[in-house]
């Protein structure tokens, strides 16, 4: 059973806290009994081991219960987050999903039938084995979403040995490789783990504060978000020891920004993708993106300036792609990254990069430098195609405050002028009045 394990530990440490939400704490021999409930409720149901069901909800109690009791029945879990807004029927169709099961806070569940058979190759082959799989899709930002189908097992092996115990954040989208290794990596820990009331800055400090959390797992926009609005000193977060951050690229300024204002904690940089798992690291220093990846599983290599990965944990395949693997085995990432002896620089997704008369320009460059200009509080840069030139540096910016769209281009293009090429200064500057980070607190460039 994939998720054997993990229950065989909650028995073991029942009365430590498992859950922190809602200004309380239930402990793992709760958590436990939710599960017996979620997996009683399921067998009333006629679902057949192999089904597969699409889990939508947000952190809780509820969820986690359900989502262990579904892969210990053999289902094959599709886990949907409420901020998926227009893709939710892409997923729910790409999945072929039978069943649909939405938590209730009681440890209940709606539960409603969708469709007769999901008859994709790959499913036939996880039932062939007998195993659970779990289903995520990438983002989707530049077309269809890609359904990843995964063993679930694989993708629980790393979660066997035990590790440190530290009262963690769940931030990160329960339907996000990052934020699925979050959880998994606390509870097979039976590590206490804080559901913030929300994903603000302050929702998120307030939770710190209240339940003495030692880990904030957050992506570089949020991060730039906290230090602007500076919950963490409105509330009292000195009981975080780590905060972990990956999902894009971390600017520099905010990394400096970030060890200067917490210079007792470590600061670590994650690396992870859907398709292949999340990947043991560690950073150079706290003001350092450089970064060891590795770890028990999985291999490593650079070919033509962009990582190549090789792990246990490899998905099964794309439920409506191609698959992306060499025909050796390694899943070929995307990102493009600079080799710094064993350790790598990773500078973004090449999807991403911007060809200007043949001189490539990574957006994170130059968001990074934009955000150091005062009054931004974020930055998305993108590419735009230009007749002469192939393609030109455009830049959004939403701001702190209000100020006139010409001061803050004027302000922009000068602060880039001094620290970057030519060739990487935006050509036109957009205020934008909406936030420029998507539900999944990631930049939004398209």
Known sequence: MAVGFLLDRFREHSALGAVAADHRIEDYAAL?????????????????????????SDYSASCIAWLLALLDAGAIVVPIAPGSGAHRSQYLEIAQVQWRVEPDADGGATVQHLRGAAAHPLYEQLRAGDEAGIVLFTSGYTGVPKGVLHSASRLLQKYHRPRQRLRTVLFLQFDHIGGLDTLFQAVSNTC?????????????????????????????????????????????????RYITYGAEVM?????????????????????????VGTLRSRSERNDSRLVSVGGEGFETRVVDGLLQIRAASSML???????????????????????????????????????VGGRKVFPAEVEAVILEVENVAEAAVSGESHPLMGQIVVARVALVRP?????????????????????????????????????RQKVRRH
Not at 196 to 206: F, I, S, Y
Request: some cysteine; glycine content about 6%.
């Open 32 to 56: 436990l009994a939710r599960v017996q409930r979620a997996s009683e409720r399921a067998q009333g149901l006629p679902v057949r081991r192999g089904d597969v069901i699409a889990l939508e």
């Open 192 to 240: 206490l783990v804080v559901v913030p009331p929300d994903r603000t800055a302050d929702g998120v400090c307030a939770a710190i504060a209240e339940f003495r959390a030692e880990v904030l797992p957050a992506s570089p926009s949020f991060l730039t978000l906290l230090l602007l609005s500076e919950a963490h000193i409105r509330h009292d977060v000195s009981s975080l």
């Open 251 to 275: 600017p520099q300024s905010t990394l400096d920004r970030l060890a200067a204002s917490f210079p007792k904690l470590t600061l670590l940089q994650k690396y992870g993708l859907t398709e």
């Open 317 to 355: 395949g794309y439920l409506n792609a191609p698959s992306p693997f060499t025909p050796d085995g390694w899943f070929m990432t995307g990102d493009a990254v600079e080799v710094h002896g064993e350790q790598l620089r990773i500078l973004g997704r090449a999807s991403d990069m911007i060809n």
């Open 403 to 439: 100020e006139g769209p010409a001061d803050v281009e004027a302000r922009v293009r000068r602060r880039c002028r001094e620290r970057l090429a030519p060739h990487q200064v935006p050509v036109r500057v957009d205020v934008s009045v909406e936030s420029l980070h998507d539900d």
